[in-house]
């Protein structure tokens, strides 16, 4: 079983964001990065599917600028086989583009699964992973919670507003993973030490043009302060009062 | 440069969706700048033809309908190819889709199948001159981004509820069409559609959300937060990670970065801290409330009106001062 998982560096959100001051990004000053949730999920689900198998290869393939190469070893620590490193100077926006750089580096492979998380925590797009699969002309299965793959098939299921389905699908294939399906390991020490002797390959990432652009980025208005309006039971008649009168949701 | 826009109007189980008509009321907004026409499709399995009419009264100038036995269930593959194939044959200026779960399967596979990129999950959209430009929420709705599309055509996904469906009442031209391709022969294939509790609200609907944290203490101390939700009528239930990890309840009701993102009128929160993922999928509520018993949990920062006291007390109190209220 030959897997692919396509990850990318994001930054850590637990912070203020500030706006870099071209105004088309924010400032990286100060933050730290990390390889984006849902990827790890990814990561997580594609070494579980080979570990039970007892055979097979990891491959994570990045689009980032030189400082991916983190994201990519800590990947690597978490028991991946090898990496790719898809290099650009800044990620752009435009998903094509990067599916594009991604279906590109995939095409004739041999994997038999390519697994991506179902969206990446900055830009929150969500359409990395089926636009690639249109590309290779794969089937595709996007937000997957459930994944189970046996006898050249895979089995998933997706959650709906209020339902979820069931689903089906042939090798290979490229799934988007959401949460629920693995939590990621933290790489042992004996995973980072032989991380750093794992196969890193470097390539220019084949972009194309680029017809998804940020024009600006803002902090959204910031909420009034709230109030406290009191302890325990006592507070309750006021709150019900500023419910009807004040927030007008009562 | 071409002037209709078409929207995509989903179904599920043989009926069209509320976003159905939210992506008909932003398509028609887009065509009434551009002086074109809106062209909706619809898919389903027989019977659904007879629904179409409704999205005339929504701003559709036309409507066409694939009816077909394997589009009972979602069918992606299929889906994909008929909407690309709508899109190309019209000569459409903007493709607009709505970022449901289905919307947010659907869409990039259209805009793969169109060789253009998808803006995602825009919560406005507006022309400039040949450009489609948009708002997006990015890094966990702490920063918003403007989107400038200039791919021919644009194809976008709007947030659900970014746009309230508004009825422009015309009679649409409806045709039939036929799939593109067997729709039988998806590589993908739903295997079972797994129907929640009907009765109960979707949380993507419900204009009040009562939701609960590890401050509740034990599974059976959920019953607080229905009731409160049941005293309100119009309420949905939500959940923390600490709770839906615990297994107090399913994780589709999980609210943050990596479970729903809401926004309805007034957001309950109890017994929650406010950690940050949290914070992801709520902060955009127009009010909210607080219940925790630490004066300091960051979720006061971002309530309208809080309550420092123990939910155990609290919540029954204001489950009886909400019906007293709503006068039963
Ligand atoms: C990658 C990642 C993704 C995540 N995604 C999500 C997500 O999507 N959604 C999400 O919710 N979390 C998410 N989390 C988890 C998040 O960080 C928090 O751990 C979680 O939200 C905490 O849930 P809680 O508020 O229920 O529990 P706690 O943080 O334990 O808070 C319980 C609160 O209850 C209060 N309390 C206790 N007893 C009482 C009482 N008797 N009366 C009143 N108040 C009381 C306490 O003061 C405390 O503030 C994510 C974490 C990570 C790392």
Request: charged share 20%; aromatic share 4%.
């Amino acid at each position: 079983m030959k897997i692919a998982v396509c990850i990318k560096r994001v930054p850590e959100m637990d912070v203020r964001f500030k706006i870099a001051p071209s105004g088309t990004s924010v400032d990286e000053t100060g933050l730290k990065w990390d390889m984006s949730d849902f990827d790890g999920y990814a990561v997580e689900a594609a070494l579980q599917l080979t570990e039970k198998l007892g055979n097979g290869e990891v491959v994570v393939v990045t689009v980032g600028p030189d400082a991916a190469q983190e994201t990519l070893r800590k990947a690597l620590s978490m028991g991946v086989t090898r990496a790719v490193h898809l290099k650009v100077d800044a990620i752009p926006f435009d998903n094509f583009a990067i599916a594009r750089a991604l279906a590109t580096e995939l095409q004739g492979g041999g994997y038999d699964l390519i697994l991506f998380g179902k969206m990446s925590i900055d830009s929150s797009n969500g359409a990395v992973g089926p636009i690639t699969a249109e590309l290779l002309n794969l089937p595709c299965v996007a937000a997957a919670s459930k994944l189970e793959i046996a006898n050249g098939k895979g089995t998933a299921r997706r959650e709906l507003e209020g339902a979820a389905e069931l689903l089906e699908f042939p090798l290979p294939a490229v799934v988007s993973i959401d949460e629920g399906v693995a939590r990621p390991r933290y790489p042992s020490l004996k995973g980072i030490m032989a991380a750093k002797k794992k196969p890193l390959e470097v390539k220019p990432a084949q972009l194309g043009d680029l017809r998804m652009t940020v024009s600006t980025m803002a902090l959204p208005p910031d909420r009034p302060p709230g109030r406290i309006l009191g302890e325990g039971v006592a507070a309750v008649p006021e709150l019900v009062r500023l419910l009807q009168t004040e927030a007008k949701v009562l | 440069m071409a002037n209709n826009i078409l929207a995509f109007a989903e179904s599920r189980g043989g009926d069209l969706r509320k976003v159905a008509y939210e992506a008909v009321t932003a398509a028609r907004a887009l065509a009434d700048a551009t002086g074109g026409e809106v062209h909706a499709v619809v898919a389903g399995p027989s019977g659904i033809t007879a629904k179409a009419g409704a999205l005339g009264t929504y701003g559709a100038d036309a409507v066409t309908v694939v009816e077909h036995p394997a589009f009972a269930d979602y069918n992606p593959e299929a889906l994909a190819a008929f909407v690309a194939e709508r899109a190309k044959g019209g000569g459409y200026r903007v493709v607009v889709l709505i970022a449901s779960a289905q919307g947010k399967d659907l869409a990039p596979r259209v805009a793969g199948k169109l060789g253009v990129p998808l803006a995602s999950d825009l919560t406005t959209i507006r022309l400039d001159g040949d450009k489609v430009v948009g708002t997006h929420p990015v890094n966990t709705g702490k920063v918003i981004a403007t989107v400038t599309l200039t791919a021919n055509p644009a194809v976008v996904s709007l947030r659900p509820g970014a746009v309230t469906a508004a009825e422009k009442p015309r009679t649409a031209r409806i045709e039939t069409a036929a799939p593109a391709g067997d729709p039988a022969a998806s590589r993908v294939k739903v295997t079972q559609t797994i129907a929640g509790n009907t009765a109960k609200l979707d949380l993507g609907d419900a204009p009040v959300i009562v939701s609960g944290g590890r401050g509740l203490k034990a599974a059976e101390n959920f019953k607080l937060v229905e009731e409160l939700a049941a005293a309100f009528g119009n309420a949905a239930v939500g959940a923390t990670r600490a709770v839906t990890d615990d297994g107090w309840r399913p994780h589709s009701d999980q609210i943050g970065q990596t479970g729903r993102q809401v926004s309805p009128n007034l957001y309950v929160a109890v017994g929650i801290s406010g950690a940050i993922q949290h914070l992801a999928g709520m902060r955009t509520s127009k009010t909210i409330v607080a219940i925790n018993k630490d004066p300091e949990a960051p979720i006061f920062k971002v309530a309208d009106y809080g309550i420092v006291g123990d939910v155990l007390e609290v919540v029954p109190a204001l489950t009886a001062a909400v019906k007293a209220a709503k006068g039963h």
